[in-house]
């Protein structure tokens, strides 16, 4: 059973304010170039480019989309972590590390509100140590 966070709540509020503003910020550049996926909450599709039928301007509109393609998968990805951060807080179990069960240091969920490891294990698991 995963352990229950013991931060305060004015550090989960400060953190989640800044989470929502990072949803925000995502929501509105995925909507600059995608739609979203009306079956599924974190899934958005990037639009194909339409610039015409010369060679020039097809070739354009693959460049393009393949960039838009690449960008949108990582920024779903963000907004996926994002979100499970929030649910996390609200579960009570946010800072907590998924790996080892100890809390994840306040200066680290600081840097990157969306951590669900702790240092040790986050260097274990990327061969660091």
Same mark, same amino acid.
């Given at each position: 059973?995963? /352990?229950?966070?013991? +931060?305060?709540?004015? +550090?989960?509020?400060?953190?989640?304010?800044? $989470?929502?503003? #990072? /949803? *925000? /910020?995502?929501?509105? #550049? $995925? &909507?600059? +170039?995608?739609?979203?996926?009306?079956?599924? &909450?974190?899934?958005?599709?990037?639009?194909?480019?339409?610039?015409?039928?010369?060679?020039?301007? *097809?070739?354009? #509109? @693959? =460049?393009?989309?393949?960039?838009?393609?690449?960008?949108? %998968? =990582? $920024?779903? /990805?963000?907004?996926?972590? @994002?979100?499970?951060?929030?649910?996390? %807080?609200?579960?009570?179990?946010?800072? %907590?590390?998924?790996?080892?069960?100890? =809390? %994840?240091?306040?200066?680290?969920?600081? =840097?990157?509100?969306?951590?669900? &490891?702790?240092?040790?294990?986050?260097?274990? $698991?990327?061969?660091?140590?």
């Amino acid at each position: 059973m995963t /352990k229950q966070s013991t +931060f305060t709540n004015t +550090f989960l509020d400060q953190v989640k304010a800044v $989470l929502l503003t #990072e /949803k *925000n /910020k995502l929501d509105t #550049e $995925l &909507s600059k +170039f995608t739609k979203q996926n009306p079956h599924a &909450s974190d899934d958005y599709d990037a639009a194909f480019p339409e610039y015409g039928d010369e060679p020039d301007e *097809n070739a354009r #509109e @693959v =460049a393009d989309y393949t960039t838009n393609k690449s960008l949108e %998968i =990582a $920024l779903e /990805k963000s907004l996926r972590d @994002v979100h499970k951060s929030i649910e996390r %807080i609200e579960a009570g179990t946010y800072g %907590i590390c998924k790996y080892c069960d100890k =809390a %994840i240091d306040e200066k680290r969920l600081l =840097a990157r509100p969306t951590s669900g &490891s702790c240092v040790d294990c986050k260097k274990a $698991l990327t061969d660091e140590l």
